[in-house]
């Protein structure tokens, strides 16, 4: 007769071990390092105000108005390139509507120093504020060989900024063109890319940005079309969203906020 305690006490040894091999995997994929960033809602700044005491957009060889209102361009704030992010703070940031993982390629360029990282939001902010003043300029039918405008922000890479630094160039030399603020004296926040002939772009951590404009006061969100879904699945309460193609899309809704004529479109 087979001794069946034995074979038992067999399988139940064979389990243990399986299970400590894998409690054992376990703890260890929960500290290894993963190509994880945790992101967060960043700092607000506004195109029409000031940074460390100086106007963020400062314009020569044209007059301009005083504003109302404020124009808030919105970033994301990110764990550094250089660090270590286990398991656990993924898994964290999953649970909390206040944070979330996302791959570090899509925050960082891939394989750069911290320093060459830098250089390279530097270098991107840069070509994003002159795509800025040649799409401000060329809405406006006015020529860069006599106006130049200076930007001045400090603290905030990449080309994300691009339609708020328009918008805002914009409003200082000429408002709505009826005497009037863009804004209507809101405050308006958004994002995306610009392009010198006023095409707006897709940024990322859109549902992150729009807390941070709510968090700073905006009623209204100006978000590009492609990211539409992605910010209507987690808009705050009390945040209109306004989707924009183009600089032009973004004016003509600002116009219609404020009463001008035309429909404001929705996500």
Known sequence: MPNVPSRVSSRVRALAVCAALVAALLAVAAFAP?????????????????????????????????TTGKLLLTTIAATQPNATVRFTDVWHAWWDDQEAAMPRSSVYPE???????EKHNTAEMAKSQNAATAAALKHLGLSSKQIQVKLNLADVGGPSAGLMFTLGIIDKI?????????????????????????????????????QAAKRDGATVFLVPRAECSEAKSEQPAGLRLVPVRGLDDAIASLKALNGHGGSVPSC
């Not at 005491?53 to 007059?63: D, M």
């Not at 394989?111 to 990282?117: A, C, H, M, T, Y």
């Not at 994002?191 to 992150?208: A, D, R």
């Open 34 to 66: 993963l190509p994880y960033s945790i992101v967060l809602p960043g700092l607000t700044a506004d195109t029409l105000g000031k940074d460390r005491g100086k106007p963020v957009v400062v314009v020569s060889g044209t007059g301009t108005r005083p």
């Open 111 to 117: 394989g750069d120093s911290v320093k060459e990282i």
């Open 174 to 210: 000429d408002g709505d063109g009826r005497g009037g603020d863009l804004t209507g004296g809101r405050t308006i926040a958004g994002t995306g890319t610009i392009t010198p002939s006023g095409q707006v772009g897709p940024v990322g951590g859109v549902p992150l940005k729009e």
